[in-house]
Every structure is written in structure tokens, then in C-alpha cells.
């Protein structure tokens, strides 16, 4: 009896190792991108992901790899919030989040500036933490909000732009950059990068397809405009920019169990029960509908919680397609830095993506009014 037991223990175990599919993972398009960086302690991802996509469309557009500067544009944007919050009488978002138009709003009025011109960190410093600059912000303004004469204090907008000079450092008017002068709007002509180029798109079912909305979510303060179609178009869009050599910026939820910057997976199993095994192995997932993707987010499972940077496609063993996805947490997690976000993932979890409009089919360009 002991033997019958012994070899049906043997012959499950031999089962299980020749259906177990550890993911093989192999490259269908490489982009090439800067190297991979760490927001530290700040809920900046949005200026790390955006800054990570111009860098590689630096890339392709004059094929110069520059280091961007991150901060320059956090401290700008962080201009523009505190402006917002004032007037809206404390009635608006006032954090460190932000979306991607905010950096492309940022190059717009601002420019461009390298990263060696503007660091945005105290001499010594080596890693971001903004939490005490926030709260300072944001308790100043809420002063000046509240003020018990009733009037708004004229000397607010000089108050708020020192308080980032201390922490972040004065804007530039003007630098040197390899031997020539520039300024940040003058750089960004000569990097190539026309904010109009560029075009956030996303697929949801309380807005009318194909037209422009103001999608209502915490980190939307500037109130940017997102264009809507469908699902599959968004996949698509999505697939197609990057077999074209574009690389696209993603805006998503990452709060679920199954994103794993360890394992650098990200996939939704059609069973809790393989959540833990999903980290390693191929499993089946879920079938995503555009009314399972609209429920996610009208219950707040799917929110706006993490930016980052899609630079290819990989496939697994079983021809499963993955976006390639370059995360601004270190080189220390998953595949150096790097996360293979499944088609149902991203389906499921994002918000929305940036992408170049000539990256878009002309067929979709026509149903969105593009030129």
C-alpha cells in the first residue's frame, strides 16, 4: 500500500513539474530608453515616467540621450498647483500627485532644463524626500485662505516661490548645456519637444467616444482633457505606437496584489486562489469587459495611483504579449527596475496613456479630429 501511495505521490509531483510555466520571457520590440531612476520618498512618478518618455523621444526625434531634469518641472507645476488651490479657496487637490499633461503644461510655459542644471536636491542630498515641503506649502496657503482680515494677502505668491527656492532651488533663466547658452524654452526647441505633438487618450463609459473630456479624478487639478474610445482601440493604440518605435506613457493602478515590482509582473488571474502563484508561474487570467473596467473604477478598486513609462514587448513561453513597462522605483526590484504588464492588466488598471500623434493610426486620427 505504502508503494501505490509512494508512486501516485511521484507521478503528481512529475504532473506538476512538466504543466508548471515559470515565465520565460522573451523580447518582441526594445526601445530604447535612459536609465532607470528612483523618485525616492515623493509621489512624483508622474515627472519621472514623463520625463523617462521625452528622454526617449530626445532619443528618436535627434537621437541625443539627455538626463532631464525632473525637478525643474516639479517645481513649477508646484507653482501652478499652489495658484489653483489659493483661488479655489482650498477647495481643489493640493499634493504631490500629479498627471502627465501637467509635465507637458510644465514644457509649455516653462521649457526644458537638464538634469545637471537643475537637481532639486540640497548639496549632500542623493535622494528626494518632499513630504516636510508639502506640508509646509499647504499649510501656508490654507493661512493665506483663511486669513482673519478677510482679504487675500498680496505677498502670498512671493511667500510660496521662496518656500520652493529653499527646498527645490530658483528657476533658470538661463544656462550652459555642452559649450552653448540656453533657455528652458530655447532647450526645449533645441531637444525637439512641441508639447502639441501630444495627446492623452483612454477608454471609459460615462463619456461620449471619440470626443475630449475632463476626466474627474484627485490628481486632475489642472483639469486636463483626455480623449475616449474604446478598449480594444486602447490596447491597440497602445501595441501599435510602440511596434512603430514610439514609447507611450502610462498612468494605472498598481494597488493590486498581483503588480509586483519584486517579481516585475503584473497580471490579473482569472482566480484569487493563483494570486501567489501568478507571481511566478503562467496562469490563466481574467477576461476584462469594458463594463468590469468601468465598475472597477467607479468602486474605486482602479484609481489614479502610479505613472510610468511602456519602452516595449516582451512575450512569454505560451505567446502571452506584455507591455514592457520602465518604473521609476530603483534598479533593485523585478527585471532591473522593469515590470511585464499583461494585456488584461492593462486593460483592467489604466487610466490612461500619453502617446505621440503620429503614433495613432490615420483611421483613429480621423474619429478624434486629430491634426
Known amino acids: 500500500m505504502k508503494r501505490i501511495l509512494l508512486a501516485v505521490v511521484l507521478t503528481f509531483l512529475s504532473i506538476t513539474a512538466t504543466t508548471a510555466q515559470k515565465y520565460q520571457f522573451s523580447t518582441v ?3 530604447e530608453d535612459t536609465e ?11 515627472s519621472f515616467s514623463t520625463t523617462s518618455f521625452l528622454e526617449s523621444e530626445i532619443i528618436r526625434l535627434t537621437g541625443k540621450n539627455i538626463d532631464l531634469s525632473e525637478m525643474y518641472t516639479v517645481r513649477n507645476t508646484y507653482s501652478d498647483k499652489a495658484t489653483n488651490y489659493l483661488y479655489r479657496q482650498g477647495k481643489a487637490q493640493f499634493s504631490e500627485g500629479g498627471l502627465a499633461h501637467d509635465v507637458m503644461n510644465s514644457v509649455q510655459r516653462y521649457g526644458l532644463v537638464p538634469e545637471q ?13 518632499h513630504a516636510e515641503m508639502v506640508a509646509v506649502l499647504k499649510s501656508m496657503l490654507d493661512t493665506y485662505i483663511t486669513n482673519p482680515a478677510g482679504e487675500l494677502s498680496p505677498k502670498w505668491k512671493q511667500s510660496v516661490e521662496s518656500v520652493l527656492d529653499v527646498y527645490l532651488g530658483k528657476g533658470k533663466e538661463e544656462f550652459t548645456f555642452e559649450g552653448k547658452k540656453y533657455t528652458p524654452k530655447s532647450f526645449a526647441e533645441y531637444v525637439k519637444i512641441d508639447p502639441s505633438n501630444y495627446v492623452t487618450i483612454s477608454s471609459f463609459e460615462h463619456a461620449k467616444k471619440y470626443d475630449p473630456f475632463v476626466l474627474s ?5 489642472s483639469n486636463g482633457a483626455f480623449y475616449n474610445i474604446s478598449l480594444d482601440e486602447l490596447v491597440s493604440v497602445t ?11 502610462l498612468d494605472c493602478d498598481v494597488s493590486e496584489q498581483t503588480f509586483s515590482s519584486k517579481n516585475g509582473v503584473a497580471v490579473i488571474p482569472a482566480s484569487s486562489l493563483e494570486n501567489e ?3 511566478t508561474e503562467i496562469v490563466k487570467e481574467k477576461t476584462i469587459t469594458p463594463s ?7 468602486n474605486f478598486n482602479t484609481t489614479d495611483d502610479h505613472l510610468m513609462h511602456i519602452v516595449g514587448l516582451v512575450k512569454d513561453q505560451k505567446g502571452n504579449t506584455y507591455f514592457k513597462v520602465k518604473n521609476s522605483w530603483g534598479t533593485n526590484q523585478g527585471n532591473k527596475g522593469y515590470v511585464y504588464m499583461s494585456i488584461p492588466y492593462f486593460k483592467l488598471k489604466t487610466i490612461s496613456v ?4 503620429e503614433a495613432i493610426s490615420p483611421s483613429l486620427k480621423n474619429k478624434l479630429d486629430l491634426r
Not at 501595441?239 to 506613457?249: M, Q
Request: glycine letters at 8%.
Open 217 to 221: 479624478i484627485p490628481d486632475n487639478f
Open 239 to 249: 501595441e501599435e505606437a510602440i511596434t512603430k518605435g514610439y514609447t507611450v506613457e
Open 354 to 357: 500619453l502617446v505621440h500623434k
Open 29 to 31: 520590440k526594445d526601445i
Open 277 to 279: 502563484k501568478a507571481m
Open 117 to 129: 542644471v537643475f537637481t532639486g536636491l540640497d548639496l549632500g542630498q542623493d535622494r528626494h524626500n
Open 292 to 298: 468590469l473596467r468601468q465598475a472597477e473604477f467607479e
Open 36 to 46: 532607470v531612476k528612483s523618485q525616492g520618498r515623493t509621489g512624483t512618478c508622474w
